[in-house]
Antibody, heavy 117, light 107 residues
Framework: EVQLVESGGGLVQPGGSLRLSCAASGFTLSTFWMSWVRQAPGRGLEWVANINQAGNKYYVDSVKGRFTISRDNAKNSLYLQMNSLRIEDTAVYYC???????????WGQGTLVTVSS | EIVLTQSPATLSLSPGERATLSCRASQSVSNYLAWYQQKPGQAPRLLIY???NRAPGVPARFSGSGSGTDFTLTISSLEPEDFAVYYC??????????FGQGTKLEI
């Protein structure tokens, strides 16, 4: 069974940093495109970043230069390093497995990031 | 960036009724459109991919149609568990992948 478990969320001040983790089980993470998708409180879904099997990375413009997606194949885990956090980055962050030709087929339960002074 | 506009914002129906949700793209996405269901406090769930294909385990009462810029998600006969928020998402032209703003289906 495919499982994705996020961790690392919390309260951080504007300008601060946070590293999110997503532990995968039931499949080999490095053989799939993997994404981070966020949802601000009471708002819709926003794709943030993804990484493919070759390690190529893509980002939404609003986080370019501030966020970095990565993975650790040995730990079968996905990460999102978030620097220079802004109030508008406050959201639940989900990791999601992309299935080619389908979309976001599997999602974790999400981890809440709150940026506030 | 492709903008997806969903309508209506809120749809009020009763169990047993038919629901029709719309998603319109700012430019053609061919059939590269997916639909997701999200219940309060839960992660989204993939329902439909490539406009009309049901994801594994999705009941047959859910169907998708459309191509180009206009898409529809239909729930033929609403069950109590179907009341949720529904999002469309395109993968035709990325980055970024984009989502619609959602349609809340309420009793």
């Amino acid at each position: 069974e495919v499982q994705l478990v996020e961790s690392g969320g919390g309260l951080v001040q504007p300008g601060g940093s946070l590293r999110l983790s997503c532990a995968a089980s039931g499949f080999t993470l490095s053989t799939f495109w993997m994404s981070w998708v966020r949802q601000a409180p009471g708002r819709g879904l926003e794709w943030v970043a993804n990484i493919n099997q070759a390690g190529n990375k893509y980002y939404v413009d609003s986080v370019k230069g501030r966020f970095t997606i990565s993975r650790d194949n040995a730990k079968n885990s996905l990460y999102l390093q978030m620097n220079s956090l802004r109030i508008e980055d406050t959201a639940v962050y989900y990791c999601a497995r992309e299935v080619t030709g389908w979309g976001f087929a599997n999602w974790g339960q999400g981890t809440l990031v709150t940026v506030s002074s | 960036e492709i903008v997806l506009t969903q309508s209506p914002a809120t749809l009020s129906l009763s169990p047993g009724e038919r629901a029709t949700l719309s998603c319109r793209a700012s430019q053609s996405v061919s059939n590269y459109l997916a639909w997701y269901q999200q219940k309060p406090g839960q992660a989204p769930r993939l329902l439909i991919y490539d406009a009309s294909n049901r994801a594994p385990g999705v009941p047959a009462r859910f169907s998708g149609s459309g191509s180009g810029t206009d898409f529809t998600l239909t729930i033929s006969s609403l069950e109590p568990e179907d009341f949720a928020v529904y999002y469309c998402q395109q993968r035709a032209n990325w980055p970024p992948y984009t989502f619609g703003q959602g349609t809340k289906l309420e009793i």
